[in-house]
């Protein structure tokens, strides 16, 4: 029927702030975020639960101070990780450390990569170590760091973290939402323009008018015809006219398949109403 009108709208699942406890469990349905112990190199980013993504995106993944990185012993020298590569003003913010590999990862690739090898530029690169299982070539750290934030896929999977945060904190809508809100409002606009529709249909049938004229067929005129077309289409006229806005946007904008002004949605109308 053409009155049958549905929606089904989308719900964000909300995750509360106090599932975040020391005594949550690691697993898929409750936050596994703990400051201080999460280490990324021993996460699956697929068991992270909407919080701890927000967390890893947003927070300084350092260990605690006091803490001595492990040293690299080289040929001619011992190398360790820089904290001041990820605080230091022209460092990489990008990166997290963890314990457990003694070896960085960059935070929005590892949690978004899959997604960005779909869309835009970059999804025929390959991911480095960065992404992959962790870099720890403290020798030439800056300037491969420095080439992967160049990288278009990291630069997508930045975009994406982006909206992850906003859409997670309320400052965006995600797009079944989007599209949710917009189908919501024409549906309303459409429930409007039918009222008057049917309202006219009904007050021609209770007092015995009849519907049809001479040219009944086609778009409806806002102007007055030549020809007669009918009590139906002039009271729908007269309507607009006496400032039915929800009918003339519905009338000037309607698909000519759409208008619901034919003889068969009438007789459908006074069907269903009798």
């Keep these: 029927m053409f009155l049958a009108e549905s929606l089904v709208t989308h719900k964000d699942a909300q995750i509360s702030e106090s599932s975040c406890d020391e005594d949550s469990t690691n697993d898929d349905s409750t936050c596994i975020w703990h400051p201080g112990t999460f280490d990324i190199g021993e996460a ?12 890893v995106i947003t927070e300084t993944l350092l260990p605690n101070e006091p803490f001595e990185f492990p040293v690299n012993i ?24 963890s314990k457990f ?25 390959r991911a480095s170590r960065l992404v992959t299982g962790g870099y720890r070539d403290w020798k030439k750290a800056r300037a491969f760091f420095t080439k992967h934030a160049s990288s278009e896929y990291h630069k997508t999977c930045v975009t994406l973290a982006e909206n992850f945060v906003q859409i997670r904190s309320g400052k965006r ?12 409002v024409e549906i309303q606009r459409n429930r409007a323009a039918l009222k008057g529709i049917i309202e006219t249909t009904l007050f021609c049938a209770e ?3 009849a519907l049809l004229g001479n040219n009944d067929s086609g778009p409806l005129s806002l102007e ?4 007669s077309d009918g009590n139906f289409r002039s009271l729908l006229r007269f309507r607009v006219n006496a400032g039915d806005t929800n009918l003339k ?15 068969d949605i009438q007789n459908e109308i006074i069907e269903v109403c009798s």
């Design 249 to 263: 946007k519905h009338v000037v904008e309607s698909a000519w398949n759409a208008t619901y002004t034919s003889p």
């Design 101 to 125: 590999k003694d070896a960085v990862f960059c935070k929005q690739c590892f949690l978004f990569f899959t997604e960005a090898q779909r869309v835009g530029k970059g999804s025929h690169e």
């Design 173 to 184: 809508k995600d797009v079944l939402s989007v599209i949710d809100s917009n189908r919501a």
């Design 44 to 55: 699956r980013k697929e068991n992270l639960d909407d919080i701890t993504k927000v967390k």
């Design 207 to 209: 007092q015995e008018l």
């Design 224 to 227: 007055k015809p030549a020809e």
């Design 74 to 97: 080289g040929k001619t020298q011992k190398r360790a990780f820089q904290q001041t590569w990820v605080t230091e003003s022209e460092g990489f913010p990008l990166l997290a450390y």
